[in-house]
């Protein structure tokens, strides 16, 4: 009996990519053949890529050992591998322009640059100050999402801006304190005026 699980999925015009909880990974196409392949470790990242002819032709999908895969898209054969240091592969990005390169980040913070041409084929840049949930890339700046914090950095780790999302949450979080305050202010209020007058009744014995 089959009870494998559903961990990660990508869908495309072209087909659904698919992990499993084994390590499994299927493409199931539009059209045409279902693929499959498994790897060492669970994948946490999918990261599907057009090529030259704008149809999705490779894979990249970052696992729980921080490996990444590059897998041939129909048929998932494998072409590289790569491996970081700092954890769990968190999120993994194209770099525009270049041929097999990427930018992914790791459960520890780690970012990296890997791929083919770069030396050694993969680049410590640098360590964002707490886990990453998603990184993007434009132009030259890389862009960290940090729950609800968002930090831009260049390519040799200098901040260039930094957004801290949670201050606008306590903002409010304050704003609709102080009205549940006036509120319950103002209830107390009008029940107080709403009381009936008591007279002192004389006493018949």
């Known amino acids: 009996m089959n009870n494998r699980v559903v961990i990660r999925s990508l869908v495309t015009g072209e087909g659904c990519l698919v992990a499993m ?3 499994a990974i299927v493409w199931r196409p539009t059209h045409g053949t279902r693929s499959q392949l498994k790897l060492d470790a669970i994948a946490t990242v999918l990261l599907a890529i057009k090529g030259p002819t704008e149809q999705y032709d490779i894979a990249a999908v970052g696992d729980a050992s921080g490996g990444i895969t590059l897998l041939s898209l129909p048929r998932l054969e494998v072409m590289e591998k790569f491996s970081v240091d700092g954890g769990i592969i968190r999120s993994i990005t194209a770099v525009p322009g270049s041929f097999g390169k990427y930018v992914a980040a790791t459960q ?7 791929g083919t041409e770069v030396p050694a084929r993969a680049i410590h840049l ?3 100050s707490g886990p990453i949930t998603s990184l993007r890339l434009v132009e030259d700046s890389i862009i960290i999402q940090s ?4 930090r831009t950095y260049d390519w040799t780790g200098t901040t260039t ?6 201050q606008q949450f306590e903002v409010k979080a304050n704003q609709r304190a102080n009205r549940r305050s006036r509120i ?6 009008r029940n107080k005026k709403n009381q009936p007058l008591m007279l002192d009744l004389p006493v018949l014995g």
């Open 161 to 166: 801006n930094d957004f801290n999302g949670t």
């Open 108 to 114: 520890n913070g780690s970012v990296w640059v890997i």
């Open 184 to 189: 319950l202010e103002s209830e107390q209020l």
């Open 21 to 23: 909880d084994d390590g």
């Open 126 to 128: 640098f360590t964002h």
């Open 147 to 150: 729950a609800w914090n968002r």
